[in-house]
């Protein structure tokens, strides 16, 4: 279970969210059998869709954080809920490329640098918010710092960081976003734009802090901060059998005939967790009825 300190700095003039997604990546390897650089991705992707959802105001608000780019990984998804939550995968979860010259995992290959970043914010409304942002890098902090920029007008620092180990698995992964406020003056600007210029990577805030207060004061260093808020997150998929049927009825009865006359069954596959749901003939016909009804 890993967690989000939400907090204020520089005297409530700055707001900034952290979060240690160790676990929930590792859990997302895992489930998808990603290779590293895809581990990587899909582990900044569902870091940076955690950290956006802790920032939803409503219990019920769903966050979709959607990267489509050109490159070999195809698309990466992520979903959260207002407590940052998330379910998430990615279209080729097998791609292996060699790293970059400074031996890094080379994400920005992987996702592609042209393309774009969506955001879709649901809040029960009639019309969800829909923002997007062409990419920068495809490394996705730098994108999803253009993301809150152009299409939400806040600047922002954003970093995040998957850290994968010689045998594969996840070890460190991590995130935080730090904005200031709308009243936030010049000198405050300024010792932002130069924490932003001397802050460490990601995983190295991680590996060099034996806490999450630890690591703010690191990754905060020269300004006051005050913990507003801890909440866990973590890797959840809320699918079950009920949902995918009541999916199939949705198609309506002429498909629902249509499957039961040519397949006599259905098989549905969940892409967020992997799950196999089998329909039998049986299951099919009682479906129909209720969708007759």
């Known amino acids: 279970m890993g967690k989000i300190v939400r907090g204020m700095a520089a005297s409530q003039a700055v707001r900034f969210f952290v979060t240690d997604t160790t676990e ?3 859990e997302a390897r895992q489930i998808h059998q990603l290779s590293p650089v895809a581990a990587a991705a899909l582990g900044r992707t569902l870091t940076g869709a955690s950290l956006m959802g802790s920032m939803l105001k409503n219990d019920a608000d769903k966050l979709t954080f959607q990267v489509k780019g050109d490159g070999p990984l195809g698309v990466l998804l992520a979903v959260s809920d ?3 939550y998330v379910k998430g995968y990615v279209a080729h979860p097998n791609v292996e490329l060699p790293p970059t010259e400074s031996g890094k995992l080379d994400v920005g290959t992987g996702v592609g640098r042209n393309g774009e970043l969506i955001v879709i ?6 019309e969800p918010f829909i923002g997007r942002t062409k990419l920068v890098s495809g490394e996705i902090a730098e994108d ?16 995040l960081g998957v850290f994968v180990g010689a045998d ?9 976003v730090i904005q200031p406020m709308p009243f936030a003056d010049d000198a405050v600007i300024d010792q932002l734009e130069d924490l932003a210029a001397h802050m460490p990577a990601m995983t190295d805030l991680l590996a060099g802090s034996e806490s999450m207060e630890a690591l703010i004061a690191i990754a905060m260093a020269g300004l006051d901060t005050e913990v507003t808020a801890v909440t866990e997150n973590g890797y959840r998929c809320d ?9 199939i009825m949705v198609l309506g009865a002429d498909e629902i005939s249509q499957m039961i006359e040519e397949d006599g069954k259905a098989d549905v596959h969940c892409h967020f967790c992997n799950k196999n749901y089998h329909f039998s003939r049986e299951d099919l016909v009682k479906i129909l009825e209720l969708a007759e009804a």
């Open 24 to 26: 929930l990546v590792e």
């Open 82 to 84: 207002a407590t940052g």
């Open 121 to 126: 914010k649901d809040y029960g409304l009639k």
């Open 144 to 159: 999803l710092a253009a993301y809150f920029m152009y299409s939400e007008q806040q600047p922002s620092i954003v970093s």
């Open 168 to 176: 594969g698995r996840v070890e460190r992964a991590g995130g935080l």
């Open 239 to 247: 699918c079950n059998r009920d949902k995918f049927e009541r999916g």
